[in-house]
């Protein structure tokens, strides 16, 4: 990756020698090993050991998990928040797991479509829930820095599995829990 990096600056007009490039080809070698580790995961074998028989059977919500990846279509950065929901089946798992699934995820090259959809359908296999909700609000820099250079926009998807999609109820109270509704915790 380092010989790619330095042909890059090259074909910028760059002189991969100079003093304030010469380690850059390094550097990026190791940004890009980190930014994608997700690739080397297996969700499975992360979660496999925090999921726990408990008899439970209301919401669980995990808010406002941070969220980092690449837009797979001009490799620049998307950032936001997930929110994620299931309704436990007789398994639960831990709180942590989930924070680290997204993390899995978006570590990869992706569109925020398909990481949506992923974290959903993960634990929906995993747990076998009533049902999952998952949403992800991102800002996309190949919409913010180029393109269209709208700098307020803010791109919104969703997953819904089982009880969320087919339980109005259920849908409604997970978009109020995420929206900060909460009695007096707010994030």
């Known amino acids: 990756m380092e010989s790619i990096v330095r042909s890059f600056l090259t074909e910028l007009g760059e002189d991969p ?85 997204v993390d899995i995820y978006a570590r990869r090259l992706q569109v925020q479509e398909r990481l949506t959809r992923q974290i959903a359908d993960t634990i929906q296999e995993l747990l076998n829930p009533r049902g999952v909700a998952v949403v992800i609000e991102a800002v996309h820099l190949c919409m913010t820095m180029r393109g269209v250079q709208k700098q307020n926009s803010v791109a919104v998807t969703s997953a819904m599995l089982g009880g969320f999609r087919d339980d109005r109820s259920s849908r409604m109270e997970f978009l109020e829990l995420i929206r900060g509704q909460t009695n007096g915790v707010s994030a």
């Open 17 to 101: 020698e100079r003093e304030g490039l010469k380690e850059t080809p390094r550097r990026v070698a190791k940004a890009w090993k980190f930014l994608t580790e997700g690739y080397d995961l297996d969700p499975k074998v992360v979660l496999n050991n925090a999921i726990f028989s408990e008899d439970v059977d209301e919401m669980i919500t995990i808010r406002n998990i941070e969220i980092y990846s690449m837009c797979e279509h001009h490799l620049l950065p998307f950032f936001g928040k997930a929110h994620v929901a299931y309704m436990p089946n007789g398994k639960i798992i831990g709180f942590s797991k989930i924070p680290r699934l």
